[in-house]
């Protein structure tokens, strides 16, 4: 008991808020490389989704609570915001970034809660044809 509360100290010591390493996800049509991505519930977690393919590509997590959410979308056209907006209207922080052809969009964001969440691509078809993955979100 004792020893399990000097580890416990020392995770807290050690766990403050810095933010990960930026973690690279290739994007080509139609495959995410690497297919899973990870977190730490309460440490901001960097995406930086690297576009190799020939067409519009995202990583959207699916069903996670997050803070912070800040993406940085690259060489998209206007008409994917919109439609990104209408379909996920009731989630105001939807963990979301695009990146057109050739591009690396940014995505940071906080994860609040543990769990293994569905990542796809919204493109339509994209997420059928196989372009989905996992984040891996654990506890401290
Ligand atoms: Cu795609």
Redesign the pocket.
Known sequence: MIVGGLIGVVVLATGGPATGPAQTVV?RE?AYAPIEVRGVVGRPVTIQLKNEGL????FNVVGIRASGVKAVDAGVNSAHGSAHGSAHGSAPEAVHVAAGPGKTGTLTFTPLVPGVFPVA?S?PG?KEAG?VGTLTVTAE
């Open positions: 994007a139609m067409l519009e590509h995202d691509c493109v994209h372009m």
